[in-house]
């Protein structure tokens, strides 16, 4: 057989000894097995899901009459998985309440879905109803639920930042974008001393600590967001000081060299 000497001995022998028949016989049982195993599995995760994240309260402070003890993403790191994943292994899932068919379905094979413009136009259509009345059909597609999803985040978003009146762009003097735009690969500015470094890790090990204490990733992304847009005022303005003081010391820099002197 080609192809298989870039393997060890011992496995390409194994993959020419392999026999059809045999490994049919073989892997039915195992599938079946692992396949009621895995519904079995995906069912306890899909009602901690639903239980967990439909939870109405707060985490921040234990002496609250709302304080919710247990968070989803705190009930898969006990189970040994990050929420991610969970939610990856969540996707092919319906419960049988949900599935028509009146069983746990694992769609291991997704149908093919042909994306044509009259598709699209029709689930973005259903998406604006959703929007406009609040209330889902039933028969509410996982793809239109995350198109659904992702424009209610876009909405909040926007009004989020329409409410604290932040700018989400600047019409003039963005030194902040000038400046990554300019520095290819950038990850940090070298500060000039080592103090200044250990200062800078420090606040750091603050945003970081701040940034953990979310458990919903929204919140937590949220506050990402809010800390980057302060972060950029902060440097535009800074940078904006410091072009007006060099603005003032070419045009006069006789007065600029006495006002420091005087200061001195």
Same mark, same amino acid.
């Given at each position: 057989?080609?192809?298989?000497?870039?393997?060890?001995?011992?496995?390409?022998?194994?993959?020419?000894?392999?026999?059809?028949?045999?490994?049919?016989?073989?892997?039915?049982?195992?599938?079946k097995?692992?396949?009621?195993?895995?519904?079995?599995m995906?069912?306890e995760l899909?009602?901690?899901?639903?239980?967990?994240?439909?939870?109405?309260?707060?985490?921040?402070?234990?002496?609250g009459?709302?304080?919710?003890?247990?968070?989803?993403?705190?009930?898969?790191e006990?189970?040994?998985?990050?929420?991610?994943?969970?939610?990856?292994l969540?996707?092919?899932?319906?419960p049988?309440?949900?599935?028509?068919?009146?069983?746990?379905t694992?769609?291991?094979?997704?149908?093919?879905?042909?994306?044509?413009?009259?598709?699209?136009?029709?689930?973005? =259509?259903?998406?604006?109803?959703?929007?406009?009345?609040?209330?889902?059909?039933?028969?509410f597609?996982d793809?239109?639920?995350?198109?659904?999803?992702?424009?209610?985040?876009? =909405?909040?978003?926007?009004?989020?930042?329409?409410?604290?009146?932040?700018?989400?762009?600047?019409? =003039?003097?963005?030194?902040?974008?000038?400046?990554?735009?300019?520095?290819k690969?950038?990850?940090?500015?070298?500060?000039?001393?080592?103090?200044?470094?250990?200062?800078?890790?420090?606040?750091?090990?603050?945003?970081?600590?701040?940034?953990?204490?979310?458990?919903?990733?929204?919140?937590?992304?949220?506050?990402?967001?809010?800390?980057?847009?302060?972060?950029?005022?902060?440097?535009?303005?800074?940078?904006?000081?410091?072009?007006?003081?060099?603005?003032?010391?070419?045009?006069?820099?006789?007065?600029?060299?006495?006002?420091?002197?005087?200061?001195?």
């Amino acid at each position: 057989m080609s192809g298989l000497e870039n393997f060890p001995i011992a496995l390409a022998n194994k993959i020419k000894k392999w026999d059809y028949d045999k490994s049919i016989e073989k892997m039915r049982p195992l599938i079946k097995q692992w396949k009621k195993a895995t519904e079995e599995m995906l069912r306890e995760l899909y009602l901690a899901r639903e239980f967990l994240t439909s939870q109405k309260g707060q985490y921040k402070d234990p002496s609250g009459n709302n304080y919710l003890l247990h968070s989803w993403s705190s009930y898969c790191e006990e189970l040994g998985i990050s929420y991610q994943t969970a939610n990856n292994l969540l996707r092919p899932f319906t419960p049988k309440e949900l599935s028509g068919t009146g069983k746990d379905t694992l769609l291991l094979a997704p149908p093919m879905k042909l994306e044509t413009t009259a598709n699209r136009a029709l689930m973005q =259509a259903r998406i604006a109803e959703v929007l406009r009345t609040g209330d889902r059909p039933s028969d509410f597609t996982d793809e239109e639920d995350a198109e659904y999803q992702r424009q209610m985040k876009n =909405a909040k978003l926007a009004e989020i930042t329409e409410k604290c009146n932040v700018p989400t762009y600047y019409k =003039a003097n963005d030194y902040f974008n000038e400046a990554l735009r300019h520095k290819k690969d950038i990850t940090n500015f070298k500060l000039e001393d080592t103090a200044q470094i250990q200062a800078q890790q420090k606040v750091f090990m603050f945003i970081d600590a701040y940034l953990n204490a979310f458990d919903d990733p929204e919140t937590r992304a949220k506050a990402a967001f809010n800390l980057a847009l302060k972060t950029r005022n902060l440097s535009n303005e800074i940078a904006e000081f410091n072009f007006q003081l060099l603005e003032a010391e070419t045009r006069n820099p006789r007065n600029v060299s006495q006002e420091s002197e005087n200061d001195d």
